[in-house]
């Protein structure tokens, strides 16, 4: 296992609240980069925090955010939740280069009924 | 457009035996990076191996080698003496040369035993 933990693993949502997941990052790593994963999917790049700046965004609208801290560890805040964001949403954590493994968590299987 | 394709969506293999997952992408980077994920029922990514494009010689980790042809924009991942505990989705990714990954569609691998 990584040392990567996401929070909760799994979540019901009703469609237009707004939900906030959360990731730790590995020891030694300052880049956090999370994605979307929908079913039969592969993962699709929502943003990447490094140095608790945001550092590229995928394709994915303002209501998609996030946050950095201190320590690394990051969160993703979804606002106005649609049944289309029912997905599996991974975090991976790495340095900002990549010449070092991305280490990813288990993921945060997210239903919007 | 940046794209990664995995044209098998289903693989199986027989215990022991050798099977090739394939890929292609598209890009007109030059200096980059090629990952195979592998992604159990547990949900959580599992780095593979990763191959850097600038180095001609194939990358091997065990029973896990590449066949990466870089004029041909190729990158197979080949599976030895296939084991049970390698059935799972597969996923080949490529971070383009910036911060992120850009994944396929995945391959399914049955293990038959």
């Known amino acids: 296992e990584t040392g990567v933990t996401q929070s909760p693993t799994h979540l019901i949502k009703t469609r237009g609240q707004q939900v906030t997941l959360r990731c730790s990052s590995q020891?030694?790593?300052?880049?956090v980069s999370w994605y979307q994963q929908a079913l039969g999917q592969g993962p699709q790049f929502i943003f990447q925090y490094y140095r608790e700046e945001e550092n590229g965004r995928g394709n994915f609208p303002p209501r998609f955010s996030g946050l950095q801290f201190p320590n690394y560890s990051s969160e993703l805040n979804v606002n106005a939740l649609e049944l289309d964001d029912s997905a599996l949403y991974l975090c991976a954590s790495s340095t900002i280069d990549m010449n070092t493994e991305a280490f990813f968590g288990q993921g945060t299987r997210l239903t919007v009924v | 457009a940046q794209t990664v394709t995995q044209s098998q969506p289903e693989m199986s293999v027989q215990e022991a035996e050798t099977v090739t997952l394939s890929c292609t992408y598209d890009?007109?980077?030059?200096?980059?990076?090629l990952f195979w994920y592998k992604q159990p029922p547990s949900r959580q990514m599992i780095l593979v191996i990763r191959q850097e494009a600038y180095k001609q010689q194939n990358a091997t980790e065990n029973r896990f080698s590449v066949n990466f042809q870089k004029a041909a924009k190729s990158f197979s991942l080949k599976i030895s003496d296939s084991q049970l505990g390698d059935a799972a989705m597969y996923f080949c990714?490529?971070?383009?040369?910036?911060?992120?990954?850009?994944f396929g569609t995945g391959t399914r691998l049955t293990i038959i035993p």
């Open positions: 990714a490529t971070n383009f040369g910036n911060e992120k990954l850009t």
């Open positions: 890009t007109s980077e030059s200096d980059y990076y």
């Open positions: 020891s030694g790593h300052n880049t």
